[in-house]
């Protein structure tokens, strides 16, 4: 059963941070994709190493000019820039952000490319300012339950690298948008 409560606990603020950080980046910068395995792996250090470690440069390795990024309400974007402003808007407003990953599944191949899909509990305090406005605070989610992201992403080599093309993201906005009401 996993413990769905708020962890005590922030990666960042561990003895060994700078150890695990360094590692997470060594995976990534060295992971070949040649198997769904890998793919499942590099994103789990992906993701830990962009939002816990606040490497938000990272996010332009994978992401490229031509990514498409769907999230909820219709939004949409395109290009690793726009990625990269809005990671870094949800990580000031969350700066000790967890990510727990429940469920991958990886499909495809090193020659036509992988189609990837996670579910993932990420933990969240409103610590810091956000378009929204000041902290309050508050935890995402509802009695101490972190909420739930659900991601799907298409991997294909761009210009020799292995690029994402389009994802799509839902992850409870809403009750982010709560987390900064009185």
């Known amino acids: 059963m996993l413990d769905l409560s708020k962890s ?13 950080r360094r590692a997470l980046e060594d995976y990534v910068r060295s992971c070949e994709l040649k198997l769904p395995e890998e793919v499942a ?23 490229c000019d031509q990514t498409v990024f769907h999230g909820e309400n219709g939004f949409t974007s395109v290009g690793f820039q726009a990625t990269i402003a809005s990671t870094l808007a949800a990580v000031c407003a969350y700066p000790d952000q967890v990510n727990e ?47 739930y992201s659900i991601c799907e992403l ?5 210009d020799g690298r292995w690029r994402v093309y389009e994802e799509w993201v839902v992850e409870g906005t809403e009750i982010r948008r709560q987390t900064h009401r009185p």
């Open 8 to 20: 005590p606990v922030v990666p960042t603020s561990a003895p060994d941070r700078t150890e695990k």
């Open 41 to 63: 792996e590099l994103f789990i250090k992906y993701t830990r190493w962009i939002w816990e470690y606040k490497c938000i440069g990272a996010v332009s390795k994978f992401y």
């Open 101 to 147: 990953f429940v469920d991958i599944i990886v499909e495809g191949s090193e020659e036509e490319g992988y189609h990837f899909g996670q579910s993932s509990i990420i933990g969240l305090e409103n610590s810091g300012w956000s378009k929204d406005g000041p902290p309050t605070g508050k935890w995402l989610g509802k009695d101490g339950v972190p909420s």
């Open 154 to 158: 298409t991997l294909k080599k761009i």
